[in-house]
């Protein structure tokens, strides 16, 4: 056994310094950013969640054009290079700091404009593991079933102008959509506080909305109402809501968004025909902000409520 395992190390040395010859170069190359596509598919994440079923038709429209991109292909130009975005996702979600991603992926561009860009979004079914992560924002009662929604991740940028993949649940029918405005406000540099599932805030807006995170599926009762709210359908995002606060009834939530009723320009702050209503204006969705009262300046929904 000793003269073979000698006999094999020998010829392993060999073999590995005929290698190395070849490709020695290879290690130190910069890697090469992955064939562009416009958003990866589900096929990624999934793979690290065997339990997820791939939705083959979901596709989202790129930014230039509105031409569809299948996932599935996407799927297949992706290199054997594991993924930032298909790492596993522990059950209390990615810490902001840990899932840094830069550069993950390129968008090809449909109207000549340079670039690659390093956003990343992509949508997958709620797999049983993601359910029991739902457990506060979604009930027995909701008005949308839990096969009715998507989980979505998306590369966003901080006020510091560092990447992260956040984390976001709407409604399987406005997620590429979503993910549409997502990239551009990517693409745009908007800063984003955080980007967690409010069950991370064991459901509850105010928690979340005082911690700045942006979101969207919540089942509960519109603010100060008793109907349910469009997060509810998950046809509602909220972002940036210390920057940008509910302001109405006498109150202004979060509290400490006070410092910002007077809609101060600095960054995080929305106006109208910025970079962020510009985004959801894209895909069809109305802000809060040009409500007469209450004004709700973190808000984008799909059918303006
Ligand atoms: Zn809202």
């Not at 955080?194 to 064991?202: E, G, T, W």
């Not at 940008?244 to 007077?262: I, K, M, R, S, W």
């Not at 895909?283 to 808000?299: L, M």
């Amino acid at each position: 056994m000793r003269t073979h395992r000698t006999v094999a190390t020998a010829m392993g040395l060999l073999l590995s310094l005929m290698l190395t010859g070849c490709t020695g170069s290879a290690p130190s190359s910069p890697p090469r950013p992955s064939a562009s596509v416009p958003v990866l598919g589900a096929a990624a994440l999934s793979a690290q969640h065997p339990g997820a079923t791939l939705s083959s038709t979901a596709s989202v429209p790129s930014r230039a054009s509105g031409r569809r991109a299948s996932t599935s292909a996407v799927a297949h130009r992706r290199p054997a290079r594991r993924s930032p975005i298909a790492q596993p996702i522990g059950p209390t979600g990615p810490s902001p700091t840990s899932r840094t991603v830069t550069g993950a992926a390129t968008r090809r561009s449909t109207a000549g404009s340079a670039g690659p860009t390093g956003f990343v979004g992509t949508m997958t079914p709620i797999d049983p593991g993601l359910a029991r992560r739902l457990t506060y924002t979604w009930h027995e009662g909701c008005p949308v079933p839990r096969s009715a929604l998507s989980y979505l991740r998306m590369t966003y940028v901080d006020f510091d102008g560092r990447d992260h993949q956040g984390e976001m649940v709407v409604a399987t029918a406005v997620a590429p959509q979503v993910i549409t405005a997502f990239r551009q406000l990517y693409d745009a540099r908007w800063p984003i506080r955080r980007m967690r599932l409010v069950d991370d805030f064991r459901g509850s807006d105010d928690a979340s909305m005082a911690a700045d995170n942006t979101s969207g599926f919540n089942c509960r009762r519109s603010t100060g109402g008793t109907r349910f709210s469009q997060h509810s359908y998950g046809r509602a995002v909220d972002l940036d809501p210390l920057e940008n606060p509910y302001v109405g009834n006498g109150q202004v939530l979060p509290p400490a968004g006070t410092a910002f009723v007077g809609r101060p320009d600095v960054p995080g702050v929305i106006h109208d025909g910025d970079a962020a209503t510009t985004a959801f204006g894209s895909i069809g969705w109305a802000w809060g902000g040009n409500w007469s009262a209450p004004q709700d300046f973190q808000h984008f929904s799909a059918n303006g409520h």
